[in-house]
């Protein structure tokens, strides 16, 4: 029986819980899923591995937490994984939303922003990035955001760091081109999870957390070098990045 071997960077995120739902709901037959749920509190993501379990209890479910802005503590983990046998995917999947005004006005907050949503992905990704290409197999998926693809006023921190992971993402699929690993950025539009709670009060319309988990897991099967999550949103932010300025800088965005 194949086992395919999926970590899970960012766990109890809304996101990250139902694309392993959807892996562990949609194995089929003859094939077996053991899933590594990293995260950083201990008993929710205990929770969700229990959860899994249940929904699928022929799948295998270990749970392991970390400092995510640790470059040690991010090596240390990795070797942990990668000791555990073969990884077959990669799934990059934590960060927060900012308020704006507070980044503007609290550089720690600035700098926290910068570090869980830019920085620390890319290491994991750097991390896991080698013992994969020794390998020469495996996906690499990384969540970065469309808030990444032009900066704008309401959200310019958070989308400044999720711009150096498209950035990265694209420097390390030319790195692996020739190899057999793939490496996937996925592009999430607004999607309705605790985290953009603050945006659906305000009226947001937001795609469901189910539907951006199943076209995440999707793009990563097709390995996809980019997808954007739903699919329109790859058409709106190509017409938002080639706004000229002086119509751009009038938008209240």
Known sequence: ????????????????????????????????????????????????????????????VQTL???????????????????LGPVDIVLIAHGSLPDQGICQQDLRANQDTLLVNGISPVLFAEAFAKPMQAANAGTIAIIGSVAGDRGRKSNYVYGSAKGLVTRYAQGLQHRLAATGVRVVLIKPGPTDTPMTARMKQQGAKLASVES???????????????????????IIMMIIRHLPGFIFNKMDI
């Open 1 to 60: 029986m194949a086992v395919q071997h999926i970590v899970i960077i960012g766990a109890t995120s809304s996101i990250a819980e139902h694309c392993a739902r959807h892996w562990v709901t949609n194995a089929g037959a003859g094939n077996a899923i053991k899933l590594t749920l990293v995260g950083r509190q201990t008993e929710k993501i205990r929770l969700i591995a229990n959860d899994l379990t249940v929904r699928n209890p022929a799948c295998t």
């Open 65 to 83: 937490t970390t400092n995510f802005t640790d470059p040690d503590a991010i090596t240390q983990l990795v070797n942990e994984v990668i000791a």
């Open 212 to 234: 951006v988990a199943k076209g995440i897991v999707a793009a990563i099967q097709q390995g996809k070098p980019v997808a954007y999550v739903p699919g329109k949103w790859a």
